[in-house]
């Protein structure tokens, strides 16, 4: 059987790596948010690493919620964002920080601000793990990120390629014969 790690080409960034600049993020986002009681909004499934580490290198009061979008299939965004898992409780007045693996073309996340702007929160802020700029089609920018990455298709802590790879602990650039094949 074909083992995950055959699939990637190199890592990108190490765990440590990773861990050591969520917990500045981290750290930044308690001095940010002091008194302001945050609302983190992970946005699944590519949040769930981050979030988890994240929210551990937080040191204030905060609520955390998911939300559950989808706008790809393959390697390429399909352009159309779909809400499958909703907020419950009501955001008016809060400050929401909405927590994304990857701000790739913008798209997810400036569908999301605009769709969560009309419940008229205090503020929303994002923070992403992986910005990948050059790809930026709809005009977003993270408050928070933690890497900025090359025009390649990554995968590991979290982030997919047609579900698999979320497992791997480390970010890696997928073999491009894995999604051309
Ligand atoms: P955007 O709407 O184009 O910004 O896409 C954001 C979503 O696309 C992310 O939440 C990821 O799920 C997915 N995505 C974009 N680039 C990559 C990548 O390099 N690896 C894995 N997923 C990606
Ligand atoms: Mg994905």
Not at 91 to 107: A, T
């Amino acid at each position: 059987m074909r083992g995950m790690e055959e699939d990637i080409a190199y890592t990108l960034l190490t765990e440590k790596e990773i861990y050591d600049k969520v917990h500045e993020i981290g750290k930044k986002i308690s001095e940010d948010f002091a008194g302001k009681d945050p609302v983190f909004v992970g946005v699944l499934k590519g949040c769930f690493m981050f979030m988890a580490d994240l929210i551990r290198c937080v040191n204030i009061n905060s609520e955390i919620e998911f939300m559950a979008v989808s706008s790809y299939s393959g390697t390429n965004s399909t352009g159309a964002v779909r809400i499958n898992k909703d907020l419950k409780g009501d955001i008016g007045g809060r400050h929401i920080i909405l927590v994304e693996d990857i701000l790739d073309s913008g798209v997810t996340l400036n569908y999301l601000k605009n769709y969560l702007m009309v419940r008229e929160p205090a503020s929303i802020s994002i923070a992403t793990l992986l910005d990948k700029p050059a790809r930026r089609k709809a005009p977003v920018k993270a408050d928070y990120f933690c890497f900025d990455v090359p025009d390649a298709f990554v995968v590991g802590y979290g982030l997919d390629y047609n579900e698999k790879y979320r497992n791997l602990p480390y970010i890696g650039v997928l073999k491009p014969e894995v999604y051309s094949s």
